[in-house]
C-alpha cells in the first residue's frame, strides 16, 4: 500500500546556483534547514527547481544531498517526469533507490499527445513503482479532472494530485467530486489560490519554498479553523507572492534573491538561459521586503 499520509506544507526547493551555473551544494543543504525551520512537512525537488536543466548525475547528487540533509525529519518529493515512458520509469527507480518519499510527474511534453496515450504512460509508470505519485496538472501539460479520477482508480500508486492549471478552484471541486477520497489534492502555483483550495479540501500545497514559513502558519490557522485569520495572513504577504509569480525565467531571479535575502542562499542565479527581470522589480522587491519585514528565519 502507498503512503497515503502526506499532508500540509511541500514546498519546491530552488536550486542554487553559482554564475557559472555550478550547483552550491552547501546553499542546497543550508536550504533545507531552513524549511525545516520554517515548519514545512516535506519539500519538492520539481520545475520550480529548475530539474529539467540538471543531467541525469546532478539529478542523483541533488536528491541524495536532499534526502541526506532531511535525514528523515521531512519527506522528499522527487520529479521524475520526462518524455518517455521508459525514461521516467528509470528516473522513479532510482529516486526510490536515493531515498525519495514519493515521485510527481506531468504528462510528456508531447504536443497534441492523445489523452489515452498518456492514460497509458502513467499506468505503465504506477506499475513499475514502489512509491506514490504526484499527478502534475499544470499549464501546459494539463490533467482533466476527469482523467486524474480515471488513473486513481486503476492503480492505488497514483494517490496524489498537484494542481496547478489556472485557476485551480474549479479544477480541485471537480477533482474532489469525481475521486472522492482516492486523490489527495496538493495545491501549487507558488499560492495564488492558496485559501481558494484549502476551502475546497487541499491536503496541502506544494509552492515556492521563498516564504514557507508564512504558508506554514496560514495553514496552521485554516487548519485551526481560523479561516478568516490565514486569509488575512496570506493576503497581508500577496504581493511578495505576486512578485514572484512571474514568467519561469523571471520567477528564479526573483525567488533566489529572496533566499539571499532571508541568508539562505550566498548566490541568487538561475541556471541560464532565463530572462533576468528588469532593474524596476529589484526595486519594489526591495520595498516589499522592508515594509513586510521578511526577515531570516
Not at 33 to 48: C, F, L, T
Not at 150 to 169: G, H, M, Q, R
Not at 222 to 247: D, R
Request: glycine share 8%; proline share 5%.
Amino acid at each position: 500500500m502507498p503512503d497515503r499520509s502526506f499532508s500540509g506544507v511541500f514546498p519546491i526547493l530552488q536550486m542554487p546556483f553559482n554564475a557559472a551555473g555550478q550547483i552550491v551544494f552547501e546553499d542546497l543543504r543550508t536550504e533545507v534547514e531552513y524549511a525545516i525551520r520554517g515548519g514545512v512537512h516535506g519539500v519538492g525537488i520539481a520545475y520550480g527547481s529548475e530539474v529539467n536543466k540538471l543531467d541525469d548525475h546532478e539529478r542523483d547528487e541533488v536528491l541524495s544531498a536532499v534526502v541526506d540533509q532531511a535525514n528523515g525529519r521531512i519527506k522528499v518529493v522527487m520529479n521524475t517526469g520526462a518524455p518517455s515512458t521508459v525514461q521516467t520509469i528509470h528516473y522513479t527507480r532510482v529516486a526510490k533507490v536515493l531515498g525519495a518519499d514519493a515521485v510527481m510527474i506531468a504528462p510528456p511534453a508531447v504536443l497534441g499527445i492523445p489523452t489515452s496515450l498518456v492514460r497509458q504512460h502513467f499506468i505503465d509508470v504506477a506499475e513499475s513503482a514502489e512509491l506514490p505519485i504526484y499527478m502534475q496538472d499544470m499549464t501546459g501539460a494539463g490533467m482533466s479532472p476527469a482523467l486524474l479520477a480515471d488513473l486513481a482508480s486503476a492503480n492505488e500508486n497514483l494517490c496524489y494530485a498537484k494542481i496547478e492549471t489556472l485557476p485551480t478552484s474549479n479544477r480541485f471541486s471537480e477533482t474532489a467530486e469525481l475521486a472522492g477520497d482516492k486523490i489527495s489534492m496538493f495545491g501549487g502555483a507558488n499560492g495564488v489560490f492558496f485559501i481558494e483550495e484549502m476551502r475546497r479540501g487541499a491536503k496541502g500545497t506544494m509552492q515556492g519554498i521563498a516564504l514557507c514559513d508564512i504558508a506554514r502558519k496560514t495553514w496552521d490557522h485554516f487548519q485551526s479553523g481560523e479561516e478568516q485569520a490565514a486569509e488575512s495572513l496570506w493576503n497581508h504577504y500577496y504581493p511578495l507572492v505576486k512578485l514572484y509569480t512571474l514568467a519561469e525565467g523571471q520567477l528564479y531571479w526573483v525567488a533566489k534573491e529572496i533566499l539571499k535575502r532571508r541568508g539562505v542562499f550566498t548566490e541568487a542565479y538561475p541556471r541560464l538561459p532565463a530572462v533576468k527581470p528588469d532593474s524596476g522589480i529589484y526595486l519594489e522587491l526591495d520595498a516589499l521586503i522592508e515594509r513586510l519585514g521578511v526577515a531570516a528565519i
